[in-house]
């Protein structure tokens, strides 16, 4: 029975959570898995329920935090090296930078026979100096050349990683696209729907404009504020906006909101013109709440919330960055290129103006993106590539 020993950066509400927890629980029985991962940081919130939902025990690294600290990372090798020389896998699978360094490497000196990673992400552009980037891709060609894999989330992201960055082999590179049991978003629709609408006192006609995940420069949330407030006033349409997450940047958020004469608020039945919520572990009823879901972000993976936004029927309008436009539906949303934010503006408002006719493309669209990323796809093309790398 081969044994996986799957790392990820932390235990924070998110999709690589979901995606772990299911390749976890669902690749074939013939596999023995330990699940293993830092704590969710302050502003975040746990997602440990997830795993422990599906009967998994994964267990905590308390020292594997997402800054670069070179006392807690020390701390966090030698913790994953001692799980190594306990546990004895035949595969270990990291997920996402911070657990693929540390991670690889304790795996590397540890001899593992096959050491995988996935970049759900990667930091490459938009976080960093030219420098410090320049000593991260660096970092990621010597961990490449460690591994037996990499898997990239879609097509966009193993070109920039292969050929643009120039971290990983093309040949080494394997597209596996993300998986998830996605059924909850297509169940009870209306139900929760009425449940959200009455929770923020929604009118009828009145459509509710979101955006989902961590409050972060990143994700540029500035821009979803700069969009509405375009809306506002470029329609008669009533809208309320709502910022669902928490992190970093919320304070300057407000602030912001407050240097435009925004109205916003954190009480669920405020009539104010942004809604912050916080996190919200039921995303399938924020998702029926919702009428168009946005995402602003300067860079992305292959950003959840847009796959289930897209399963949920509701019509996106994002930022064409990472592998978005692989995952994006030509009838279920508007792109616009990084930099374009009169694009992004101008898309937004075309979406509340024809809402009717995008809404029902969406919800056409949304049964061929289920199938696209389900979890039984995801598992069965993990344990094929586990099983090639193994027999070599």
């Not at 449940?195 to 404009?209: D, H, P, Q, T, V």
């Not at 924020?286 to 168009?292: M, Q, T």
């Not at 029927?313 to 990472?322: C, I, L, M, S, Y």
């Amino acid at each position: 029975m081969p044994k996986v020993l799957r790392i990820i950066n932390r235990f924070n509400l998110g999709g690589i959570t979901y995606n772990v927890s299911y390749l976890s629980k669902y690749l074939p029985n013939e596999y023995e898995t330990l699940l293993i991962g830092g704590p969710e940081e302050e502003g975040e919130e746990s997602s440990l329920y997830i795993p422990e939902s599906l009967g998994l025990k994964p267990q905590v690294i308390k020292e594997l935090k997402r800054s670069l600290n070179p006392l807690s990372d020390y701390y966090a090798y030698k913790k994953i090296k001692k799980i190594i020389k306990e546990f004895k896998p035949d595969i270990v699978h990291t997920h996402a930078s911070k657990a693929g360094a540390i991670g690889r490497l304790a795996a590397h000196h540890c001899k593992v026979p096959v050491i995988v990673h996935t970049f759900h992400g990667h930091v490459f552009k938009g976080y960093f100096s030219g420098f410090k980037t320049s000593v991260f891709k660096n970092i990621e060609r010597y961990l490449s050349r460690k591994s037996s894999a990499i898997v990239a989330i879609s097509a966009i992201q193993k070109k920039e990683l292969s050929k643009e960055h120039k971290v990983c082999h093309e040949t080494k590179t394997h597209i596996i696209k993300l998986g998830f049991d996605l059924n909850r978003f297509k169940e009870n629709k209306e139900e929760k729907r009425n449940f959200f609408r009455s929770k923020y006192s929604l009118g009828n006609g009145e459509l509710a404009i979101g955006i989902i995940g961590r409050l972060a420069p990143i994700k540029n949330h500035y821009l979803f504020i700069d969009a509405v407030e375009h809306v506002l006033k470029n329609t008669t349409t009533k809208i309320k906006a709502f910022i669902i997450g928490g992190g970093e940047t919320e304070n300057d958020l407000i602030a912001y909101l407050d240097s435009k004469s925004l109205t916003h608020s954190k009480n669920p039945l405020s009539e104010s013109q942004f809604i912050f919520t916080g996190w919200i572990k039921e995303v399938d009823v924020a998702l029926a709440g919702l009428d168009i879901v946005c995402l602003t972000s300067k860079n992305e993976g292959t950003p959840v919330s847009i796959i289930e936004a897209q399963v949920a029927g509701k019509f996106v309008v994002t930022t064409n960055v990472g592998g978005i436009k692989d995952i994006l539906h030509s009838e279920c949303g508007f792109l616009s290129d990084l930099g374009e934010d009169n694009t992004y503006k101008t898309n937004l408002l075309n979406a509340v103006t024809n809402f009717t006719t995008i809404s029902k493309n969406a919800n056409a669209a949304s049964e061929s993106v289920l199938k696209e990323f389900s979890f039984t796809r995801l598992c069965h093309e993990m344990d094929n590539l586990y099983k090639s790398i193994l027999k070599n």
